[in-house]
């Protein structure tokens, strides 16, 4: 069964911390993982992964995975109270034709 | 952004009418998905298209419809609204398998 687990499910960091954010999956064909931030509308994109060992960064925001242990981070470094939002991981199924959600883990950064 | 939009963005409605939501991409992406997100449960998927006139049911998909008469709309139907249909409702367009999705601004949906 496909399945996504994210932890933890909430988080409360003061600003210039570094945190770390975990997603595990179960999966039957691994194709990728993504990462999506979400404040109060849309989940935006961050990261889609697809190979292991190798890191995806962007500014602060950085991620990788691990397909022997089936997991990936998300690590956002200096965080900033702009980082507050909802951290989403995802995989596109067994077919690739959907992505299957964890529950999000929520980040707030206070100043 | 992605040319990606719902509407309405929010509506109240009673237990038990019809109601449809539509998502208008002008991206030309193949694949078209609807998710509801409520507390302690994140995204799920109702229903997805693949292409036009083919749609396919995902894991929330009972008490809704979907169509997909044309590559730019894809409407989402609820038969007859209940109170558990009360969420945030997602339209995301893909530009095919395993590509990453973008989502529309969502639209709040209340069965009164």
């Known amino acids: 069964e496909d399945k996504v687990v994210q932890s933890p499910l909430s988080l409360v960091v003061h600003e210039g911390d570094t945190v770390t954010l975990n997603c595990s999956y179960e999966v039957t064909n691994f194709r990728s993982l993504l990462w999506y931030k979400q404040e109060k509308k849309a989940p935006t994109f961050l990261f889609m992964l697809t190979s292991s060992g190798i890191e995806k960064k962007s500014g602060r925001l950085s991620s990788i995975l691990d397909k022997k242990e089936l997991f990936s981070i998300l690590n956002i470094t200096a965080t900033q109270t702009g980082d507050s939002a909802v951290y989403l991981c995802a995989h596109p199924g067994e077919y690739g034709n959907k992505l299957v959600f964890g529950a999000g883990t929520i980040l707030r950064v206070k100043s | 952004d992605a040319g990606i939009t719902q509407s309405p963005r929010h509506k109240v409605t009673e237990t038990g009418t019809p109601v449809t939501l539509r998502c208008h991409q002008t991206?030309?992406?193949?694949?078209m998905y609807w998710y509801r997100q409520d507390p302690g449960h994140g995204l799920r998927l109702i229903h997805y298209?693949?292409?036009?006139?083919?749609?396919d049911k995902g894991e929330v998909s009972d008490g809704y419809s979907v169509s997909r008469s044309k590559t730019e709309d894809f409407l989402l139907t609820l038969e007859s609204a209940t109170s558990s249909q009360t969420s945030v409702y997602f339209c995301a367009i893909s530009e095919n398998r395993n590509t990453e999705a973008f989502f529309g601004q969502g639209t709040r949906l209340t069965v009164v």
């Open positions: 991206e030309n992406h193949r694949y």
């Open positions: 298209s693949y292409g036009v006139k083919d749609t």
